[in-house]
């Protein structure tokens, strides 16, 4: 278990004439083995902090830490990501055996640290499958999987249902609470959808231009929202629900 945290970060883009200030001054913090879902419309800045505490992107200012130390991006990494479309994260060519015996750090026995994966992801007896042969869900269970090959104590999830059917969204959401309390993760959830976030999330964060503009536990965020903006997203999320 460990704590991310994020101090006075912001990331800029462009140059003089045309800059754009993607991410503003964010403090964010997601206490070790617990769930904090960032939620904000397309644009908002979401992916571009994720990007930023993996080393992506460059800081304009502030910090990334786990536990208070800089994250490492050499060497073994505690904290890893799983970005939205399963399929094109996967190699076509290679089996999901040696897509995930890949990430297995050496010194390992790789095949059996391999099924050892599968099974907690739930995906036994797909080793010598390609990634052509599954279903997106399964997809996205492999990439799960691979993110969860170096042991990492944090993971950060963008968006990793947006690409799904919505029948098996569920699932993949269910299997991401599984694995937290079994593993212990501290996740930073990611998703423009409030109805997704709510659903695996201790706290939430609403992110609007490049701000964290509410964050509190999910119940009190839902139930009496502080920002306009946060109240517009619940109505449309109700809405859509009706
Ligand atoms: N590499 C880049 N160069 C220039 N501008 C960028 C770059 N990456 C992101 N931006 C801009 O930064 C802002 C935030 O984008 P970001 O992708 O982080 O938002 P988001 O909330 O994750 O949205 P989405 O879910 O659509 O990805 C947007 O205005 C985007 O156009």
Redesign the pocket.
């Known amino acids: 278990m460990r704590e991310l945290r994020f101090d006075g970060v912001s990331v800029r883009?462009?140059s003089r004439g045309h800059r754009?200030t993607?991410v503003d001054g964010v403090d964010l913090t997601v206490p070790a083995g617990s769930v904090v879902g960032l939620v904000?419309e397309?644009?908002?800045?979401?992916?571009?902090l994720a990007r930023a505490a993996v080393g992506l992107v460059p800081l304009s200012a502030g910090r990334v830490t786990l536990d208070g130390a800089p994250v490492p991006t050499r060497g073994r990494r505690p904290l890893q990501m799983v970005f939205q479309d399963p399929y094109s994260s996967l190699n076509p060519r290679m089996t999901i055996g040696a897509t995930i015996a890949e990430a297995v750090p050496r010194g390992t026995d790789r095949r059996a640290e391999v099924a050892r994966l599968l099974a907690l992801v739930d995906l036994p007896d797909r080793m010598t499958r390609y990634p052509a042969e599954l279903s997106g869900g399964q997809r996205q269970r492999v990439a799960i999987a691979r993110a969860l090959a170096g042991r990492p104590e944090v993971l950060i999830a963008d968006?990793i249902t947006s690409a799904l059917d919505v029948s098996i969204q569920g699932a993949v959401l269910n299997l991401i609470r599984d694995l937290q309390r079994t593993l212990d993760l501290t996740i930073l959830f990611i998703s423009?959808d409030l109805a997704v976030v709510r659903y695996v999330s201790d706290t939430i964060a609403v992110m609007y231009r490049g701000r964290i503009v509410e964050h509190g536990p999910a119940d009190t965020v839902l139930a009496d929202p502080q920002d306009p903006y946060t109240r517009e997203l619940l109505a449309s999320t109700e809405g859509r629900s009706r």
């Not at 397309?42 to 571009?48: D, E, I, L, N």
């Open positions: 883009f462009g754009v993607a904000g397309s644009g908002s800045g979401k992916s571009t968006e423009h």
